[in-house]
């Protein structure tokens, strides 16, 4: 089992920069990709941004610009950099991971979410 905590969420004003980070712990043998995702009310989960184990990323094209995600791999952490914050980013933000305890065996962790809310 993979547990993911999420931390940095809360109110910021439109244009302002937010960071999240989420630590992965448990019972950990291969992270191979983590990500970050939102979910606005009365929408559907998205994807935001996805940094594999090599270091390839991959964003929503919407994002790209404002929004980097990087990996600390010794700390099993991720982080999602947001830069000038727009009231549509308003969302609850989740931590993915994709877990994979042997080569055939592959497992898919959600954190509990952190609400970002971007307003004046």
């Known amino acids: 089992q993979v547990q993911l905590v999420e931390s940095g969420g809360g109110l910021v004003q439109p244009g302002g920069s937010m960071r999240l980070s989420c630590v992965a712990s448990?019972?950990?043998?291969?992270?191979?990709?983590m990500a970050w995702y939102r979910q606005a009310p009365g929408k559907e989960r998205e994807l935001v941004a996805r940094v594999f184990s090599d270091g390839s990323r991959n964003y929503a094209d919407s994002l790209k610009g404002r929004f980097t995600i990087s990996r600390d791999n010794a700390k099993n952490t991720v982080y999602l950099q947001m830069n000038s914050l727009k009231p549509e980013d308003t969302a609850v933000y989740y931590c993915h991971a994709t877990h994979q305890p042997t080569t055939w065996h592959t497992e898919y962790y959600w954190g509990q979410g952190t609400q970002v809310t971007v307003s004046s």
């Open positions: 448990g019972s950990i043998v291969s992270l191979s990709a």
